[in-house]
């Protein structure tokens, strides 16, 4: 008599929820991050392994963005207004760059990865992978305009015998 573990049920947090207390996407209870940016292996709670999670720079980009739109967008309208000096200016908006981007990063990085874990994304993979037309590349569209063919109909279509 073999003794499998039950399937445990969890009460996943929305992705949003998760991110922002960088939590993991499946539990809501383990530290997602073992350092600053670093992903932890897994969750200390569930045991959920954070391999799947890549990000890439995904989080950099949008953070990076959203926040020097707001800043310069401060910045251009103080500076319109009030119309300090340049030095007070760089001083003000520099370091609010910089620390709103530190800031938001985490929990944008975080919030991705739970994206990743509730949408189940992976590498693309393609059906026609390797088929892109009879014979390989042509000039003429119209002779490799062949449609839903079985890989066995496309060696036949290219002149290549499997036999062979």
């Known amino acids: 008599m073999s003794m499998q573990p039950a399937a445990v049920a969890y009460r996943s947090p929305s992705s949003l929820s998760a991110g ?10 383990g530290r997602l991050f073992a350092g600053y940016l670093t992903l932890a292996k897994s969750c200390e709670a569930c045991g959920l392994d954070f391999g799947f999670a890549d990000p890439a720079d995904g989080p950099a980009f949008f953070v990076m963005s959203g926040v020097s739109l707001l800043v310069v967008a401060v910045w251009g309208w103080t500076a319109v ?22 800031v938001c990063l985490r929990p944008v990085k975080a919030w991705l ?18 088929r892109h037309g009879v014979g ?10 062949v449609e839903n063919l079985t890989p066995a109909e496309w060696d036949a279509a290219a002149g290549r015998d499997k036999a062979a």
Do not use: N, Y
């Open 20 to 29: 922002l207390r960088c939590r993991c996407p499946r539990c809501g209870e």
């Open 136 to 145: 390989g590349f042509t000039f003429d569209r119209r002779a490799a305009a």
């Open 81 to 102: 207004a009030f119309q300090p000096p340049i030095w007070l200016q760089l001083a003000t908006a520099l370091p609010a760059m910089v620390a709103g981007c530190l």
């Open 113 to 130: 990865v739970a994206e990743q874990f509730v949408h189940k994304a992976g590498e693309g993979e393609w059906e026609s992978l390797g």
